[in-house]
T-cell receptor, first 111, second 112 residues
C-alpha cells in the first residue's frame, strides 16, 4: 500500500531554519510534492521533486532520497507568515495525477 | 490564464438535508478534476476524480456522489447529509504548469 508520515507539529523562532521531514511508502514513484496550507485556506504548491537531491527555491528548499523513501522541506530565515501546515504528497501508484497526502505538519513560528 | 472557482465558501446544513457544491475551471479544456475532503486536523482524502464529461471515479464508499455535466464543471452532491460529512471540501485541477494541483478556495461544510 501507500503511506506518508510527517510530524504533526513543529515550532520555530522567527529568523531561524526549520526542516520538515516526510517519509513515504509507494509501490511506484512518480515524484513528491510539497504544499503549504494556511489555516482555513486551500493548499498552494511549493515544490516538486522527482530526482534525488536538493531543489532550492528562494527561502524554501526541498530534498528527496528515493532509495530511502524520504524527503524534507527546508525553510530558511523564517517569517511569521510561514506559520502554516505543510503537506507532503505523492501520486497514487499507477496514476500520476491522483495524489495521496500526508496529514500535514503544523508549523508555528514565534517571535 | 487558468483559474478554478469553487462555491459556496461556507455552508451550514442540517442532518438529512441535500448538498450541492460546484467547481468550475476557466481557461482550459478537458481538465482532470478532483474532489478532496479535509476533516478537522487531518489530511486531504481523495473522494472523486473525473477525466471528462460523465466520467467519474470514486475512491472511497461514502454518502456522497459527483457529476461532470460539462467539460469544466464538477459537482459534489449528497441526498442526505450526515454529521460525519462535515469538513473542508476542495476541488482541484492538475493542469498547472508548476506541477501538481491548483486548488479552488474550498468550501467549509458544517452539518448540524
Amino acid at each position: 500500500g501507500q503511506n506518508i508520515d510527517q510530524p504533526t507539529e513543529m515550532t520555530a523562532t522567527e529568523g531561524a531554519i526549520v526542516q520538515i521531514n516526510c517519509t513515504y511508502q509507494t509501490s511506484g514513484f512518480n515524484g513528491l510534492f510539497w504544499y503549504q496550507q494556511h489555516a482555513g485556506e486551500a493548499p498552494t504548491f511549493l515544490s516538486y521533486n522527482v530526482l534525488d537531491g536538493l531543489e532550492e527555491k528562494g527561502r524554501f528548499s526541498s530534498f528527496l532520497s528515493r532509495s530511502k523513501g524520504y524527503s524534507y522541506l527546508l525553510l530558511k530565515e523564517l517569517q511569521m507568515k510561514d506559520s502554516a501546515s505543510y503537506l507532503c504528497a505523492v501520486p497514487f501508484s499507477g496514476g500520476y495525477n491522483k495524489l495521496i497526502f500526508g496529514a500535514g505538519t503544523r508549523l508555528a513560528v514565534h517571535p | 490564464s487558468q483559474t478554478i472557482h469553487q462555491w459556496p465558501a461556507t455552508l451550514v446544513q442540517p442532518v438529512g438535508s441535500p448538498l450541492s457544491l460546484e467547481c468550475t475551471v476557466e481557461g482550459t479544456s478537458n481538465p482532470n478534476l478532483y474532489w478532496y475532503r479535509q476533516a478537522a486536523g487531518r489530511g486531504l482524502q481523495l473522494l472523486f476524480y473525473s477525466v471528462g464529461i460523465g466520467q467519474i471515479s470514486s475512491e472511497v464508499p461514502q454518502n456522497l456522489s459527483a457529476s461532470r455535466p460539462q467539460d469544466r464543471q464538477f459537482i459534489l452532491s449528497s441526498k442526505k447529509l450526515l454529521l460525519s460529512d462535515s469538513g473542508f471540501y476542495l476541488c482541484a485541477w492538475d493542469g498547472s504548469t508548476s506541477g501538481g494541483y491548483t486548488f479552488g478556495s474550498g468550501t467549509r461544510l458544517t452539518v448540524v
